[in-house]
């Protein structure tokens, strides 16, 4: 585990009408919201690995579809500085990753059909009225980075 990470994996609440998931509860986590989108990402298609110097990313992988999601702790002030981790997570594992600033993170869709991640991120994507720059170090755009998805 990374250090500031939290993964919770979602329960599904089945009955003869169909499923119905919590995906956030401030009585569970204390997270503020900014926004929110969803993403659907092909088969085989990666999104980042990238990084966010101030914004923490609230992830929900609920499926259709599965993502494998690489993790890496680039914080000098953190107990796990260093460290790398990997999770599949969507529709066999459904779950909500928060992600903290200064964790460098990206996904890959691994199953067959696309996938759905939808994320509840704790800062504007460039501010009020998209006035700003944008809060990222693109490490997929640099092809010596130490942060690779395979």
Sequence with gaps: ??????IKELKKN????GHLIEIYRHDEIDYQVAMSYLSW???GVSRGPHEHVYQSDYFIFPGPGTFRLYLWDR??????NGEKMTLDVGVDNPSVVIVPPGVVHGYQAISQEPALSINFPDKLYRGILKGEEVDEIRWEKDPNSPYQIP
């Excluded at 585990?1 to 939290?6: H, L, T």
């Excluded at 089945?14 to 009408?17: I, P």
């Excluded at 914080?75 to 796990?80: A, D, E, I």
């Design 41 to 43: 990402t092909k088969p």
């Design 14 to 17: 089945e009955d003869d009408r």
């Design 75 to 80: 914080r000098s002030n953190s107990s796990t």
């Design 1 to 6: 585990m990374i250090n500031g990470v939290i």
